[in-house]
């Protein structure tokens, strides 16, 4: 099992920035894939960011790239996802994901693969 937790979502104005904690607990082995998804009202969830744990490889949604990163902090168990020029569209509730022995990056930005999910945490981007 593997349990995690999110923090950091908060009411921002456009072009700011925020920082998202995920706090893994319980069985952490190097075959996770850590990913970022997030879900706005009325739309499904959908893959923002994913960062494998053992070899750190990152895949970003277009509609991110270059303004997020997804970064591990190995010693705290801790995923983190710094988003910067923040956006209304990135409005939505962000979820932090694992899943084990995703090989290919299709499987790793689908949500239905993730094994183990927090319980979100709120972005809202004001403009």
């Known amino acids: 099992q593997v349990q995690l937790l999110e923090s950091g979502g908060e009411l921002v104005q456009a072009g700011g920035s925020l920082r998202l904690s995920c706090a893994a607990s319980g069985r952490t082995?190097?075959?996770?894939t850590m990913g970022w998804f997030r879900q706005a009202p009325g739309k499904e969830r959908e893959f923002v960011a994913y960062r494998t744990w053992g070899g750190g490889s990152t895949v970003y949604a277009d509609s991110v790239k270059g303004r997020f990163t997804i970064s591990r902090d190995n010693a705290k168990n801790t995923v983190y996802l710094q988003m910067n020029s923040l956006k209304p569209e990135d409005t939505a509730v962000y979820y932090c994901a694992?899943?084990?022995f995703l090989s290919s990056i299709t499987r790793r930005t689908w949500p239905g693969n993730y094994n183990y999910w927090g319980h979100g945490t709120q972005v809202t981007v004001s403009s």
């Open 98 to 100: 694992a899943g084990e």
């Open 29 to 32: 082995f190097s075959s996770l």
